[in-house]
């Protein structure tokens, strides 16, 4: 039996403001990347969404990001590796607080944004991510770009990986996501996400934006809950995984009701 995990990036809010969509997305997947502060969210939004999170039995994961609240953490910051490390440590260890509290575990990190792209290519950013995560529990799973140097490192070290694809955002032949400042970056129709989706995770490849079909391992897929179609995309994403007769199941975590 085929199984897949559907995650989604959340906590991404300030203040007494709650992403409106946080709760009922929680429906549909089958685990949540919580912002640690850096990019988004704040002590406030990080307990209340790993409170909600803990109540709807998915698994939760770190989200770490580089301090750039104003660009959302999609902006390229020119940083050391020893610099990854600590902020990376760094945001693990907050959410890990809150995680404590409500009763729950922490089951995977996952990096964001520019941060995220950053780690993909540079083997030293991933491998400072992933000596992060190892010396704060290397039981934790990296969830990563299919194919990425993050999942050379994290294989390299011992550390257990989740490949992440993505339904909606283009690739480019080296297998990495079209820059979101470039056209085409994002499927603009609800045909082109569902057959690029279960290309993905039936056929383990993908077509670049130059017409090639190149390969990748679809473990873990991205969900983005800040559009502003997002409830209608997540149960379109899950309903065409459960009618292909692929179970919905989170990395290392126990298979949702």
């Known amino acids: 039996m085929q199984t897949v995990d559907l995650n989604c990036d959340m906590g991404e809010a300030f203040g007494n403001y709650q992403m409106p969509n946080d709760g009922k997305l929680m429906d549909y997947i089958t685990s949540a990347n919580i912002a640690c502060g850096f990019h988004a969210g704040d002590y406030g939004v990080m307990q209340r969404t790993v409170e909600l999170a803990v109540s709807k ?4 994961g770190a989200h770490p990001g580089l301090p750039d609240l104003q ?5 390229e910051i020119k940083i050391t590796p020893s610099e990854a490390y600590q902020m990376t440590l760094y945001q693990i260890g907050a959410l890990a607080g809150f995680i404590r509290a409500a009763g729950g575990r922490m089951n995977h990190v996952k990096p964001h944004g520019a941060l995220y792209n950053m780690a993909a290519k540079d083997i030293l950013l991933a491998g400072a991510i992933v000596q992060a995560i190892k010396d704060f529990d290397d039981s934790l799973i990296l969830y990563a770009l299919s194919g990425s140097e993050m999942i050379i490192a994290a294989q390299q070290a011992g550390i257990k990986t ?3 694809v993505f339904a909606d955002r283009s690739y480019q032949d080296d297998g990495s996501l079209t820059p979101r400042n470039q056209p085409n970056a994002v499927l603009s129709t609800e ?3 569902k057959e690029q989706l279960l290309m993905m995770v039936q056929q383990g490849r993908v077509r670049t934006v130059s017409e090639k079909n190149i390969p990748l391992v679809a473990e873990t897929i991205c969900l983005h809950g800040d559009g502003r179609h997002a409830l209608e995309f997540a149960k379109m994403v899950a309903d065409t995984l459960k009618n292909d007769g692929i179970v919905l ?9």
Not at 250 to 257: D, F, S, T, V
């Open 57 to 60: 039995g998915i698994a939760i």
């Open 71 to 75: 660009g959302f953490g999609r902006r």
């Open 162 to 164: 989740a490949a992440e």
């Open 191 to 193: 045909f082109a996400v």
């Open 249 to 257: 199941k989170a990395a290392g975590h126990e298979e949702k009701a």
